[in-house]
């Protein structure tokens, strides 16, 4: 009854043994069968994320070529916001065909009056030869030898010089053109204690005309003064009559919209 017994324990033991044997062994599927559950979720998102969308691609790139093309408008429909006004601005003067020219003619024939006026004011002068009237491109000149107006090495204005200047100064007045003053000089050297050089001498020239216009009630602000000495001579040096014409005083009546410094 013992041996029985022992038997049927030994059977139940080894039944016992073999049924935890196969459930310890197959306990790798449990593991293997969440790896592929994974790793095919990873591939699903991955396919997901590569995968263009036409449809929001075509509407982003129809949105860009309306924002950058200047020829067409967003509507409201297509854009799901009210109209939009598109304001243009008035076009300047310059893009109105004609009216720079017309402008241009204008200050041109204000400086033709201007450059008749003060001929008829320094007509003594003209008659000569000692002053010249010249139309520029950009404005007027008006040459005045030097001899009429210093003495020979000096700066200061002779007396009936000054008489001139002011019957020219009271034409300019009633404008409000830039006015250059130039000083130039022949090619002889001048050495003095006051005028080490031509610089000096011409700068001065155009100096003392300058402070004359200020006294006779040009505005300041108006005027420049220059000094070429001979760096722009109008007549060749190698006769005494060029070297006198090449002696002068240049006032630059210049258009409205011009810098007094051009030339």
Do not use: C
């Amino acid at each position: 009854m013992a041996a029985t017994s022992r038997k049927r324990d030994a059977a139940t033991q080894r039944r016992r043994s073999r049924r935890e044997s196969n459930e310890h062994s197959d306990r790798w599927i449990v593991s293997y069968a969440d790896f592929i559950t994974l790793l095919f979720a990873f591939f699903v998102v991955m396919y997901a994320i590569s995968t263009l969308n036409e449809s929001k691609y075509r509407v982003i790139s129809d949105s860009l070529l309306q924002a950058f093309r200047h020829d067409r408008v967003v509507t409201a429909q297509t854009a799901g916001l009210a109209p939009i006004t598109r304001i243009q601005s008035p076009p300047t003067p310059k893009t109105i065909p004609g009216a720079a020219a017309a402008v241009q003619r204008a200050k041109q024939q204000k400086l033709r009056t201007m450059a008749s006026r003060i001929g008829d004011a320094l007509q003594p002068l003209v008659q000569s030869g000692a002053v010249r009237l010249t139309q520029l491109p950009h404005g007027i000149a008006i040459e005045i030898n030097a001899s009429v107006l210093f003495a020979p090495g000096q700066a200061v204005l002779q007396t009936d010089s000054i008489v001139a200047l002011q019957a020219a100064a009271q034409v300019l007045q009633d404008s409000d053109n830039p006015i250059k003053v130039e000083g130039h000089t022949d090619p002889v050297p001048i050495a003095s204690a006051q005028y080490p050089s031509n610089w000096e001498l011409s700068s001065a020239r155009a100096s003392s005309v300058v402070r004359l216009f200020v006294a006779s009630g040009i505005a300041a602000s108006r005027l420049t003064a220059t000094g070429y000495a001979d760096n722009r001579p109008v007549e060749a040096n190698d006769t005494p009559e060029g070297r006198a014409r090449n002696r002068r005083v240049t006032l630059m009546i210049l258009e409205d919209d011009a810098s007094p410094v051009e030339s």
